[in-house]
């Protein structure tokens, strides 16, 4: 363990959407798990996310959407990190997520996807697991 | 504060019960505990009707008149939403709640960059007076009241309502909007706020100071715990948020040479009804008396009837589930009989599928037709506050408003509600709480049917609204036809006029409605706020 580098998350609030318990609670959980968090706070547009993604040198970027609007801002994150040549860092999505969205979201890029009810420890696994690989 | 807990033995014997807000219930109740808080009934409680409003604000409560049913209600264009208000009012609904979409709400038009995948998605797109005369179309304006659930931008809806009211040739005097209009909640929880505390407080006293004379049906303002609570908060943090919040408001009229008694019986609130049933009867019934007694102690209000808290109390938004959906719709029934029993005013409730979308015209029937059963089937017009006199409700009333009265003070010490909000100490307690819950939802100290305990059963399939990304293009289509046809001129001047005003810091409201009338954006007038006011910059909180 005590060489192992922290796990660096930015917990990330796209779009117009305020709905912040959710991101507050798992940023608050991944905290508690010994990894590293940034949250973004409300109304980011993917550009200010991916810049701070860019700037922090985070492993991981987590989006909460609640509004339904979690594809066109999964794609629009997706196409400026390939713009801006990133490619290191995992993207996982939580919040209002229908089922039937998941597997176009993991078709887009997204890792992992956690919609709301997802157990805490079932995200923290997935996070420790993924950046363990890449 | 605590995550609310049952502590039982390893025979599942239940040895203590420990409430959200912190209260412990004992196994029962008896004259020796109403002896032991001092409980007095006319002081404490009073008749129907009386001071301290404990039992309700009317004497005969839902014989006089039952509550009003207000489904949240809004999506796509106006035309669609039009569509779904009259289905509404034709199933016995008796008010709007209108819903917005994002970018409306935070003052973005359907064609701003900003609003990209999000137009007519949660909520109605409105961009201009021409989409208000769409939606309200063939609706009784005089007759039915509307909610409009809308925030930062509220000065703007209100002035685009009394302008859609006024073509269809009603007297603004005759209508009755209720602008949710609570920017001090929004920085707390839901997020739908733009401009910094000062302005964005002195919008909410433009609007009310603007009521009082033009629209005096009108409830400016509708204080939100709803959304404190659905952020974390526990039932006496959200009471007590909301007193302090409403109080911020007054203060700002008042500073403006008003005498309180009149506008403050326009106030009104939303509150919420998810969680133990017992706990939430005790805070409505303590929120009445509390808000009477501050009111007549503190602000000297002298009318009787401008101590009623009057209140939409339903949602119940964080109760419900994603999984096994339908016990959303049992969950419903629950947190509706929880609103009867301590006599709200006006109710909606979050419908089944809403932890997936926005609902559906089935899902909105079901908890329309739950509200209504509980009226006109179950007896709950019957007697008003009937739980009065309980050994145990009562108790736990007095209990309640003390745990209230210690969430105020705790604020106050910490310098006022607009500094804690400013600095962000209380979302962070709100956050806090929300993680403890959490934490006990994953641990299994806090139960929760089919999310961790019960959890097999058939899988629910579940029929969803679908979005429809055709509608957002006709609301693009829609707004530049508008924009061709108005008169430029007209614009310019009217919104040259809203400059001018704000610059100099007067009421905003007159011009606000010129500026619908001329047809200008939400877009534009928010603009103009935009460029002057600046924009809230968010406290940082981990």
């Known amino acids: 363990m005590g060489n192992e580098k922290r796990i660096k998350v930015l917990i990330a609030k796209p779009g117009l959407d305020g709905h912040d318990r959710g991101a507050k609670v798992v940023a608050q959980a991944l905290k508690a798990a010994g990894m590293e968090v940034i949250y973004s706070g409300l109304h980011k547009t993917v550009d200010q996310i991916v810049n701070i993604a860019i700037q922090e040198d985070v492993d991981v970027i987590g989006l909460s959407i609640m509004s339904g609007a979690h594809i066109p801002i999964s794609q629009r994150l997706f196409k400026r990190l390939e713009e801006k040549g990133v490619t290191d860092k995992a993207v996982f999505v939580g919040g209002v997520i229908p089922g039937q969205d998941i597997p176009k979201l993991k078709e887009i890029g997204v890792a992992g996807v956690f919609p709301g009810g997802t157990p805490l420890s079932e995200t923290i696994e997935f996070l420790k697991n993924t950046v363990k690989k890449a | ?148 659930t809308i925030n930062a931008v509220a000065s703007i809806m209100l002035a685009m309502y009394q302008a859609v009211a006024e073509k ?6 005759m209508i009755s909007a209720t602008p949710q209009n609570d920017i001090l909640k929004e920085m707390i929880g839901r ?15 433009d609007t009310i100071e603007y009521s009082m004379t033009t629209m ?40 403006r040479g008003y005498d309180v008694d009149d506008f403050v019986g326009r106030f009104s609130f939303n509150l919420n009804v998810f969680g133990n049933m017992w706990e939430q009867i005790a805070k409505f019934r303590a929120a009445r008396k509390l808000w009477a007694r501050n009111l007549k102690e503190k602000y000297n209000v002298k009318k009787t009837q401008n101590l009623f808290l009057r209140g939409l109390f339903g949602g119940g938004g964080y109760g419900l589930t994603k999984a096994q959906p339908e016990n959303n719709i049992m969950r419903g029934a629950y947190y509706a009989l929880v609103a009867a029993l301590s006599g709200a005013q006006t109710t909606a409730l979050c419908s089944f599928d809403e932890a997936y979308t926005i609902p559906t015209p089935r899902s909105a029937l079901i908890s329309l037709r739950t509200l209504q059963l509980l009226m006109d089937e179950m007896g709950l017009r019957d007697t008003v506050d009937p739980l009065a006199g309980s050994y145990f409700i009562e108790t736990l009333t007095k209990e309640m408003e003390q745990k209230i009265e210690e969430e105020m003070e705790k604020i106050v010490k910490y310098g006022g509600i607009v500094k804690a909000v400013a600095d962000g ?60 046809e108005r008169s430029s001129s007209e614009v310019a001047r009217t919104l040259k006029e809203l400059e001018r005003v704000t610059r100099e810091g007067k009421n905003v409201m007159p011009a606000l409605v010129e500026c619908c009338k001329a047809y200008a954006t939400v877009g534009e007038m928010t603009g103009i706020f935009r460029q002057i006011f600046g924009e809230f910059q968010e406290p940082s909180l981990f």
């Open chain 2, 168 to 173: 269809y040739g009603y007297d603004a005097k």
């Open chain 2, 1 to 148: 504060m605590a995550v609310p807990r049952y502590i039982k033995d390893e025979k599942d014997q239940i040895l203590d019960v420990i409430l959200e807000s912190g209260i412990h219930v004992k196994p029962s109740y008896s004259p020796e505990d109403l002896k032991r808080i001092g409980f007095d009934y006319e002081k404490d409680v009073a008749d129907p009707g009386k001071y301290p409003f404990t039992r309700g604000i009317h004497p005969l409560g839902y014989r006089s008149r039952a509550w009003t049913t207000r489904q949240y209600t809004g999506f796509g264009t106006p035309e669609e939403t039009n569509q779904r208000f009259l289905l509404m009012i034709s199933h016995g609904q008796t008010g709007l709640n209108v819903a917005f979409d994002l970018p409306t709400q935070m003052g973005y038009d359907s064609d701003d960059p900003m609003a990209e995948g999000e137009v007519g998605r949660v909520g109605m797109a409105v961009d201009t007076l021409r989409d208000f005369e769409i939606a309200f179309k063939d609706i009784k304006l005089d007759k039915i009241g509307a909610g409009l």
């Open chain 2, 425 to 484: 100490y209380i979302q962070r307690l709100v956050a806090r709480q929300a993680f403890e819950v959490e934490k006990g939802l994953e641990s299994g100290e806090l139960l929760k049917v089919g999310v961790n305990i019960y959890k097999e059963g058939t899988p629910m399939d579940v029929e969803l609204h679908e979005y429809n990304y055709e509608s957002a293009e006709k609301q693009i289509e829609s707004l530049r036809k508008v924009k061709m």
């Open chain 2, 191 to 205: 997020g739908a706020w733009i401009f910094p505390v000062e302005p964005a407080v002195k919008l909410i006293g």
């Open chain 2, 216 to 255: 005096p049906r009108t409830n400016p303002v509708s204080v939100c715990g709803y959304h404190i609570r659905e952020s974390g908060a526990t039932p006496a943090q959200e009471i007590a948020y909301a007193i302090l919040i409403a109080n911020a408001y007054i203060d700002n009229v008042l500073a």
